[in-house]
C-alpha cells in the first residue's frame, strides 16, 4: 500500500465468511443497479453458488423490495442475522432493521457510511461464496467510505444510455484505481428495447457510446441489457427469483465463476 494512503479498513464479523466480494456502482440512482447485483445474486446461486447482498444504498434501499422480503432482521448477543430470501440468498439491508420501512432515512454522510461499516463487522454472515453490494450512487463520499472499509474484490459499474457515460466511467475508473480495486467491466442497463410485435431492437434513448468508452478505459463491456416490462413488475412483486429467466448476465456470472476457480 502506498504512504500516504491510510488503511480505514474494518474486520468483518469473526463468524463471518466471505470468499469474494463484488461492489455494484452507478453514477447515479435509478440506472439499474439494484436490479443488476439482485440478478448477479439469483445467477450466482442458481450456479451453486452461496450468494448474499449487502444493500449499502441505506437513502434508497430496494433490494428487500425485488426479494420480496417483509420480515425484520433478528439479532442476538453474538451478531445480527441476515435474512435468507426464498432460494437462499442472505440479505441485509437497512429496511430490515427500520421499524416502518416506508420511513425515510435522512441521514447525513458518515452516519450512513457507519451503519454499512455495521452490516460489514456486526452481521454474521455464514459460509457466503459472493457477497453483492449494491453501493450508495455516485463517486462521493459515502461510496468511498464504503469501498475504503470493505475489502472488495472487484467492481461492476452499471450505467444507461440516458447519462453522461464518459464522465461517470472516467471518475469510477479513478476511484478503483486509487482504492486499488480492479474493475470487473461494465453493464449497460436499459440499452435497448425488443419490440415483442416484430422482434425489432430498437435504442430508445439512442446510442450510448458505451462500446468506444470501454475501449478508452481498457475495460470490457460484460452485457447490454435490455428495457424489460416483465423484469421491472417481478422486482415489483418481490418476485425476482422466481421471475428471472433470461441469461443477460451470463457472461458475467461466467467471469465471477472462473475468478472462484482461482482460490479454490
Ligand atoms: N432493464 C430494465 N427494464 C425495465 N425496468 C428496469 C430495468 N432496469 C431497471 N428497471 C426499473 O427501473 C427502476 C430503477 O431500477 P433500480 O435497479 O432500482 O435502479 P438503481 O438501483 O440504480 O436506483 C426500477 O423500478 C426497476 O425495476
Ligand atoms: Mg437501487
Known amino acids: 500500500m502506498a ?10 464479523h469473526e463468524l463471518s ?3 469474494k466480494v463484488i461492489g455494484v456502482i452507478s453514477g447515479k440512482g435509478g440506472v439499474g443497479k439494484s436490479l443488476v447485483t439482485s440478478m448477479l445474486a439469483v445467477a450466482m446461486n442458481r450456479r451453486g ?8 444504498d441505506v437513502t434508497g434501499p430496494s433490494i428487500p423490495k425485488a426479494f420480496g422480503i417483509k420480515e425484520k432482521a433478528t439479532g442476538n448477543e453474538m451478531g445480527i442475522f441476515p435474512i435468507q430470501s426464498k432460494t437462499g440468498i442472505d440479505i441485509m439491508s437497512i429496511n430490515l432493521l427500520l421499524q416502518n420501512d416506508t420511513d425515510p432515512v435522512i441521514w447525513r454522510g458518515p452516519l ?12 454474521i454472515w455464514s459460509d457466503v461464496d459472493f457477497m453483492f453490494i449494491d453501493m450508495p450512487p455516485g463517486t462521493g463520499d459515502v461510496p468511498l467510505t464504503v469501498f475504503q472499509s ?17 464522465m461517470i466511467v472516467s471518475k469510477a475508473a479513478k476511484m478503483a484505481e486509487m482504492m486499488n480495486i480492479p474493475i470487473i467491466g461494465l453493464v449497460e442497463n436499459m440499452s435497448y428495447f425488443k419490440c415483442p410485435d416484430n422482434n425489432k431492437e430498437y435504442k430508445i434513448f439512442g446510442d450510448s457510446h458505451i462500446d468506444e468508452i470501454a475501449y478508452k478505459h481498457n475495460l470490457k463491456v460484460l452485457a447490454k441489457l ?20 433470461a ?9 465471477l465463476e472462473e475468478e472462484m476457480e482461482e482460490i479454490k
Open 226 to 245: 435490455p428495457i424489460d416490462p416483465e423484469i421491472s413488475a417481478a422486482c415489483d412483486r418481490g418476485l425476482i427469483e422466481e421471475l428471472y429467466d
Open 3 to 12: 504512504e500516504n494512503v491510510e488503511d480505514f479498513s474494518v474486520q468483518p
Open 150 to 166: 470493505i475489502p472488495v474484490d472487484g467492481i461492476i459499474i452499471v450505467t444507461s444510455p440516458q447519462e453522461l457515460v464518459s
Open 49 to 56: 453458488y452461496h450468494s448474499a447482498i449487502l444493500d449499502a
Open 17 to 19: 465468511s466471505i470468499k
Open 247 to 255: 441469461a443477460w448476465l451470463e457472461p458475467v456470472a461466467q467471469i
Open 112 to 123: 450512513i457510511a457507519g451503519s454499512v461499516k455495521q452490516f460489514w463487522t456486526e452481521v
